[in-house]
């Protein structure tokens, strides 16, 4: 008879199921990193003088830098002189300006993903960027936007066409001095997705970013900036998939949001990086800066992430509450198994005055991953009133597997109000034979429930997302019943 | 063998034979036989350690026991050679002694996944949601659940008597062949007691078996058994009708407890 936990034990070795290569004509650079890659990178994009400048203060900055070492994660060494630092389907003449010109092969890779990049994306009433390696390859919907004023397009259309705004806010959240792998990024950042929304404009849909790491040996450095100017509202998602490889692979992105007065910003993740084989060779290095700055009163920006790929995350999407009344959010979702590590967290930093933070951090163990949970939450003196709510819970599958959660609260202000809840549960063989005794397999037991496990996150998605998210958890889960 | 007993095997809906069973090393249950004809309701009465609950679980397949010697038959297929699963698709519930919660997993969500894959089993078609859904709130009237334990969590928050009248909710919604109460009434008061039991008198049927797992004779006022079996360490020292219930009401456990197996073997034994 097959127990719950022999079941619990084969949780490692399902398949990942969007890890083909697609077979395009590349153009790539090869390995290797100096002062010449940062300009080579630069003239192949067209960038103006002062976008190589930024890159290269950024570039000799990070060479004064030493990587960081606290997190709780564990890995070889990242050989950066290894690493490709452009890898782009080679485009003909100036790159794609329509669908159409887009390698076919290409676009039946986002199919095969379920990407919509055609026509039917009306009906998803999705609008796609969609980043394949280092290229953005295609942006839906640019017109409609364009109709009520908001500008959504790849990073290098937005520093050719709309310079004063990338020049404007482009490290105004994260500076390029800001970590080791932020200011990688800065120096040799690739492409990614710019978005501005109007004074006023309620972005009348989704807007999304598919990341697509295809290429060998190169690396994904893709940098993406949300500006919601006062009373804007705008709702972002984020996938992001990556063939299997037996070498590690980096990804190394920025995000920043700024959100003005009573603006809005929604941006909701969910990551699927390939995770490594079930003895922990290759997957993908997850090493991410994302932050928003609430730039004004009653802004609200709102993080949902759903991690469940990549051999090691670090990524700590932040907000900074610096207008009055403004409130961040930070609703997580980590899922690690095989041999997977996810050092994951927020930080908010109280600024205004009755500014509110909330925090709900899932994190899931099985086989012998490792989740650690790092937040910190900092009021600072003249935030008057201000709230804190955070709540970690754990959950742990099999008995290889690990949690860890690291909260660090700097209170300033004697006014602060801080709340914290901690959980840590185990799925119980208990749980799973009253499901099985109702009738339902252990392998739906299971995903059944860590999904209620994780509702308070997923409830905070967009339905579509909400449902792929549910999906993704319940394929990972997946291959646990003979 | 006669074939009378042959004929017995062939219309019983659960047969025990010489089961045995331990966990982690102990043997508790030393050697059961009982036969349940369809439509019948048997009660398995003992004092605490005897191994009534034991015997419920391991029929139900929780795998913490380990079955060293005998054989179950349902519905003449083997038991115990079924995942717990299978046997809830072939018609074996389990109404739990501590119903187990799920967080943040609705209970018509669950039931609705449970049915599903009991009318897969089947053969049946899905139910949709609507279907579903007015199938269900005919059934919350058997047990008086009120609407709101139906959007709930499964079991989270739920009181000790709404735990149990959930159990017997499930069991109205999956409709089983074989039912087995275990301690279904430990912990409930007297209104209750009574809400279960009328929802268990409303489910019995011709087709339907009844295994109540009970330290006291309490439930049996309400729910009337065809026979009562009385489990003294792991082993079936009496059986009889209702009658015993009460005769056990009066002496006490200790009457039967002291005996010896070869005592016990000259003890009548009804049905």
């Excluded at chain 1, 482009?170 to 690739?190: H, W």
Aim: hydrophobic letters at 35%; proline letters at 4%; a negative charge.
């Amino acid at each position: 008879m097959q127990t719950p936990t022999n079941t619990i034990e084969d949780f490692a070795t399902q398949d990942y199921k969007f890890g083909f290569v697609t077979d395009v004509e590349q153009d790539t650079f090869p390995p290797g990193l100096s002062e010449d890659t940062v300009r080579q990178l630069s003239a192949k994009k067209r960038e103006p003088e002062w976008m190589l400048e930024w890159r290269l203060k950024a570039y000799r900055h990070w060479l004064t830098m030493e990587e960081p070492t606290w997190a709780n994660v564990h890995y070889t060494p990242i050989d950066y002189q290894s690493i490709s630092y452009y890898a782009g389907p080679k485009a003909k003449g100036s790159g794609p300006k329509s669908l159409d010109e887009v390698d076919p092969e290409i676009l039946k890779t986002y199919e095969k993903l379920g990407i919509p990049l055609h026509e039917r994306a009306i009906l998803a009433g999705v609008a796609v960027d969609a980043v394949f390696d280092s290229v953005s390859v295609a942006t839906t919907f640019k017109e409609k936007l364009a109709e009520v004023g908001i500008i959504f397009c790849s990073f290098s259309e937005a520093v050719r066409n709309h310079p004063e705004l990338v020049q404007e806010y482009l490290g105004s959240v994260v500076p390029y001095t800001d970590n080791f792998f932020a200011t990688l990024n800065s120096a040799v950042f690739s492409d990614g997705s710019f978005v501005y929304v109007p004074k006023g404009v309620r972005c009348p849909m989704e807007l999304s970013t598919y990341f697509r790491i295809n290429a060998k040996n190169s690396g994904q450095f893709e940098r993406t900036l949300i500006i919601a100017d006062e009373g804007a509202y705008v709702s972002y998602l984020e996938g992001c998939t990556a063939p299997m490889r037996d070498e590690n692979q980096l990804h190394a992105a920025v995000v920043e949001l700024v959100a003005r007065k009573d603006a809005t910003i929604k941006y909701s993740t969910v990551q699927n990086w390939y995770p490594g084989d079930e003895n922990g060779k290759g997957g993908i290095y997850n090493f991410v800066t994302k932050r928003g700055k609430c730039d004004g009163a009653n802004a609200k920006i709102s993080w949902t992430q759903v991690e469940t790929g990549s051999a090691i995350t670090w990524k700590y999407p932040s907000v900074i509450l610096k207008g009055d009344h403004s409130v961040g959010e930070f609703y997580s979702v980590a899922l690690t198994k095989g041999y997977q590590q996810a050092d994951t967290g927020t930080k908010m930093i109280h600024i205004g005055k009755h500014t509110k933070s909330t925090i709900v951090s899932k994190g899931i163990s099985a086989g012998h991953g490792q989740n650690t949970y790092r937040g910190s939450v900092r009021i600072l003196k003249g935030a008057d009133g201000a709230r804190n709510f955070s709540q970690c819970d754990s959950m742990l599958i099999g008995d290889q597997c690990g949690a860890h959660t690291f909260p660090y609260i700097d209170v300033q202000n004697p006014t602060a109000r801080m709340e914290h809840e901690a959980t840590t549960s185990k799925i119980g063989e208990d749980q799973i034979f009253y499901c099985n005794q109702r009738g339902i397999a252990t392998e739906d037991a299971v995903s059944m429930i860590v999904n209620g496990f994780c509702k308070e996150v997923f409830r905070e998605l967009p339905m579509e997302f909400a449902v792929e998210a549910q999906k993704l958890l319940a394929v990972n889960l997946e291959g646990s019943v003979g | 063998m006669s074939s009378g007993s042959i004929m017995e095997r062939e219309t019983a809906m659960l047969e025990i034979r010489n089961l045995h069973a331990s966990v982690e090393g102990n043997e508790i249950l030393k050697g059961i036989d009982l036969a349940l004809q369809p439509g019948e309701v048997h009660a398995i009465m003992g004092p605490n350690g005897s191994g009534k609950s034991t015997l419920a679980r391991v029929l139900a397949g929780q795998d913490a026991y380990e079955v060293t010697a005998g054989q179950v038959l349902f519905n003449g297929a083997d038991l115990l050679e079924m995942e717990p699963e299978e046997r809830a698709r072939e018609g074996v519930f389990m109404a739990f002694q501590y119903p187990v919660e799920i967080p943040g997993v609705g209970n018509t969500y669950f039931l609705k996944a449970a049915l599903n894959a009991v009318r897969k089993h089947r053969g049946l078609p899905e139910m949709d949601a609507l279907e579903f859904l007015k199938m269900v709130r005919g059934k919350m009237k058997l047990v008086q659940m009120e609407e709101s334990l139906l959007n709930r969590p499964v079991n989270e928050g739920f009181s000790g008597g709404e735990k149990k009248r959930n159990e017997i909710f499930h069991m109205a919604v999956l409709e089983p062949s074989l039912c087995i109460l275990d301690e279904t009434d430990s912990g409930l008061d007297i209104d209750a007691l009574r809400v279960v039991a009328d929802g268990v008198n409303a489910l019995r049927s011709r087709d339907r078996s009844f295994l109540l797992i009970t330290h006291y004779q309490r439930l049996l006022n309400y729910i009337v058994p065809d026979h009562i079996h009385v489990l003294v360490d792991g082993r079936i020292v009496r059986s009889g009708g209702k009658e015993l219930a009460l005769e056990l009401e009066e002496k006490g456990y200790s009457w039967l407890e002291g005996l010896t197996p070869e005592q016990m073997a000259t003890q009548p034994v009804g049905a």
